[in-house]
């Protein structure tokens, strides 16, 4: 909204020395989105004055059509000058502004006397961009009035500061002079007289006219519906110098008279209007829904528009003839032989205009307004001061007004007086909240519990809680105090917290990159994972609302958003890629439905639900583990100056899942296993107790290609919160003995599909106590071993607690470990 600071003076009885910048820093410290302070043609400077055309001879011998004007700029500046022009909106006799030679325009643009087009063009004719005054271009700027020779730049404004303010969807009032104007008001502490709720002055209406009918056909639509006619007007009568301004200083652009008088009351006032040509208009005019079958409308973008059923229109006996509270339609608009006009000021229910406007994409100055609410009673007013100016400056008579209206019953708020000051944390007291609210317009009555009815202006007021924001910003956001909050003693982290926070630093101790990714996901990601049709991780929750509609689904898996991750780095030139991410899934039991149920409980806001009522809700929530996911892709290890590098593989993958188990004092055992994201015979079951929490390995091939990542790319999932409740809160202190540790070394040759984790195991049990640890640390498979098996070989560590072992202690117990492993697996000891 852009706000002229001469349109705001006239308003509010500002200081003197009270520039734009003083008042848009009061805007801002009452929580107004203030952009800028602009000075309109600031950049203009020189001689720049009105001028009349006198004749215009067309230049045709050029590729572009060129005009060769005579333009009277005054005797003054110099009589009658010849101008070079290639603007075509202008005609003999019209008012036009003329830089002078010496003038220079925006961008350093200096005018002087210069031969083009076979002429010596003595100034330039200027348009509205050319002088920095807005963005049209289409032709020169043709005034409605003013002498020759005036000076054109303070006809202009040039010089006029303008605030440009962003408005916030709740604060619909402020896209109007007069909603800035009762803010300045306030934050100066000024008195401020309401234009908007004066009414202008009119003549009787005539006796012998009838004013037009009017009605709603659907109040759900239209709270409040009026009609204005004046007939006997002059559709050539000219838009006078100080609206055009006004308007164009606004950033619009004056068209004629009717028009600019509708869209100078929107602005001044904040209503929306609209002006119907009476000789076209057939029987009452009405509001309400555009029903079935939905008719088509051409609007005055010259756009057909297919009507949906539920639009808002307006309608007479002939049709549809206009989108209610958006835009009009051609058939009825105002021309040059208009003299019949019927004036619509409404009030349209803001949801029903907020649809219409989206469905057709067609956002207007109209529909940004009743979108977020204009003043319930404003309609009249708005109208009677339109009335009144087409009447001043377009003559007519006055026939009357007609108007249909809802019954109207203002909202009351409850609010406790000290509600502002516990919710800011200040010394806030009843005088105080009481004025503020009073000059933001409620009526407050009530002592220790107040009674607050917001203007008609406000309809975004509807709780305590904008009450209590619309008094701390009067009172002022700086002033309240910055104190951080002190946690009692006792309270921190809780045990899980903790605990994810250990296994963060695991991951970042491997080196894997932190990322968060959307908790979203499609069917295709779940194809993409190869997951069988009873997997449980395809029964995903499915939103009501999604964000995308490739994407409907909660998440079930962390593995989409995470491969989805890696892809995108790939496709960036990252090569080495480790990803890992610590979020929820969200997993339905049985008995829930992943499209949720049709009637959910909806406990009221004005107090906490009961517990019958959260156990219901609780019981349609899914639940919500947290789990822990790792993707690798390329080199784990670098090349250099050290080495060639090593590729990530899936032994780096449980290599990770297994220092995170570690640091979290959880034994995990890793078994060879299947999964449907990845490869047969390179995953590993993640084990704790007798529970699976999760998988870890090289990924499917097909689930590679399906993401385009590199081959041999690996991954890990487990579920953390199972591995957290396996963890020990304290971590036991190592058993450190004193006694002299025994080695050896064991190679057992096993059939190739024996994981080495088993035979660990039974190695480990066969050794007995005396066994203090059974490390894997060479894999072979060659001429030397029959063909089908591998040879494993281990590292063991003897000890006891008491004594140096002796040697026939250590033999028997390396012996009962060769003996388990033949026995469990078929175990044969190399070279033995």
């Not at 031969?115 to 920095?132: A, K, P, W």
């Not at 164009?248 to 929107?266: E, F, K, W």
């Not at 203090?772 to 000890?799: I, K």
């Amino acid at each position: 909204m852009r706000v002229p600071m001469e349109w705001l003076r006239e308003m509010v009885d500002l200081p003197a020395e009270a520039d734009g910048r003083a008042v848009a820093e009061r805007l801002i410290a009452a929580g107004l989105e203030v952009e800028s302070v602009e000075t309109s043609g600031g950049d203009v400077s020189g001689p720049l004055v009105v001028g009349r055309v006198e004749a215009i001879e067309e230049l045709t011998e050029f590729k572009k059509p060129i005009r060769w004007c005579q333009v009277d700029v005054g005797a003054q500046h110099g009589g009658v000058r010849g101008i070079v022009c290639g603007a075509r909106n202008f005609a003999v006799g019209d008012h036009v502004v003329v830089a002078l030679p010496g003038a220079v325009l925006p961008g350093d643009f200096r005018i002087t006397a210069r031969e083009t087009y076979g002429h010596v063009s003595d100034g330039m004719i200027c348009s509205q961009r050319e002088l920095g005054l807005g963005e049209d271009h289409d032709g020169i700027m043709v005034l409605g009035s003013g002498s020759v020779g005036d000076d054109a730049g303070a006809m202009l404004g040039l010089g006029e500061e303008i605030l440009d303010i962003a408005v916030t969807p709740d604060r619909g009032y402020a896209l109007s002079v007069r909603g800035i104007a009762r803010e300045v008001a306030t934050a100066f502490g000024l008195p401020f007289d309401d234009p908007g709720q004066r009414l202008a002055d009119l003549p009787a209406p005539a006796v012998d006219v009838a004013p037009w009918p009017c009605g709603v056909d659907d109040p759900g639509m239209c709270e409040l519906f009026t009609l204005r006619r004046i007939i006997g007007f002059d559709p050539k009568a000219p838009t006078p110098a100080w609206m055009s301004r006004r308007l164009v200083a606004c950033g619009m652009r004056p068209v004629s008279l009717a028009v600019d008088v509708t869209n100078y009351v929107m602005l001044e006032l904040g209503q929306p209007l609209h002006a119907f040509d009476g000789a076209k208009l057939r029987g009452p005019v009405r509001a309400g829904r555009a029903g079935e079958p939905a008719p088509s409308l051409e609007t005055l973008d010259h756009v057909v528009r297919v009507l949906d059923a539920d639009d808002v229109v307006i309608r007479d006996d002939s049709g549809v003839i206009g989108l209610a509270g958006t835009m009009g339609g051609l058939h009825t608009e105002i021309d040059d032989d208009s003299t019949d006009l019927v004036l619509e000021a409404a009030r349209f229910v803001p949801e029903p205009v907020a649809r219409t406007a989206r469905r057709h994409r067609l956002s207007s100055e109209a529909s940004r307004r009743f979108e977020r609410g204009v003043d319930r009673v404003l309609a009249p007013y708005a109208s009677a001061r339109a009335a009144q100016l087409l009447l001043e400056h377009g003559g007519g008579t006055y026939a009357g007004m007609t108007a249909w209206e809802a019954p109207y019953s203002p909202t009351v708020i409850a609010m406790d007086a000290d509600l502002p000051e516990r919710t800011a944390g200040m010394p806030i007291d009843r005088t105080v909240t009481v004025g503020h609210l009073e000059q933001v317009g409620c009526d407050v009555s009530g002592e220790a519990r107040l009674e607050v009815t917001p203007p008609p202006w406000r309809p975004d007021l509807t709780d305590p809680a904008d009450l209590v924001e619309e008094v701390v910003r009067l009172v002022g956001y700086d002033r309240i105090p910055a104190r951080l909050p002190q946690a009692p003693a006792g309270y921190g982290l809780t045990r899980e917290q903790r605990l994810r926070r250990r296994a963060g630093l695991a991951l970042a101790a491997a080196g894997v990159v932190d990322v968060l990714t959307y908790p979203f996901m499609g069917e295709d990601d779940l194809d993409a994972l190869l997951l069988p049709s009873d997997d449980a991780r395809r029964r995903a929750p499915r939103l009501a609302n999604p964000l995308s509609e490739e994407q409907p689904l909660l998440r079930t898996s962390l593995l989409p958003g995470l491969l989805a991750a890696a892809r995108r780095n790939v496709s960036r030139g990252m090569e080495d890629v480790a990803l890992g991410e610590i979020g929820r899934v969200f997993l339905l039991d049985d008995g829930q439905d992943a499209g949720g149920v049709s009637d959910p409980p909806r406990p009221g806001v004005e107090g906490r639900p009961s517990a019958p009522e959260l156990a219901a809700i609780e019981a349609l929530l899914p639940a919500q583990p947290h789990h822990l996911a790792v993707v690798l892709v390329g080199a784990r290890e670098p090349r250099g100056w050290w080495g060639a590098g090593r590729e990530a593989t899936w032994a780096d993958a449980i290599d990770i899942a297994s220092g995170v188990a570690s640091l979290l004092g959880v034994d995990l055992v890793v078994r060879a296993a299947t999964d449907g994201p990845f490869h047969p015979g390179r995953t590993a079951a993640l084990v704790t107790g007798d529970r699976v929490i999760g998988f870890a390995g090289e990924l499917h091939p097909r689930v590679i290609a399906a993401y385009s990542l590199p081959l041999r790319a690996c991954a890990l999932e487990l579920d953390l919160d199972a591995l957290m409740a396996a963890a020990h809160d304290v971590a036991p202190a190592p058993d450190v003995r004193t006694q002299p540790v025994a080695k050896e070394d064991i190679a057992l040759v096993v059939a190739d599909t024996v994981p080495a984790a088993d035979v660990a195991e039974a190695v480990r049990a066969g050794a007995g106590e005396l066994c203090e640890d059974v490390r894997l640390f060479d894999v072979y498979a060659g001429p030397q071993v029959p063909e089908g098996h591998r040879s494993l070989a281990f590292a063991l560590r003897f000890r006891a607690s008491d004594r140096t072992l002796s040697a026939e202690e250590i033999a028997a117990a390396r012996e009962g470990g060769v003996a388990e492993a033949a026995r469990r697996h078929g175990a044969v000891l190399r070279g033995g």
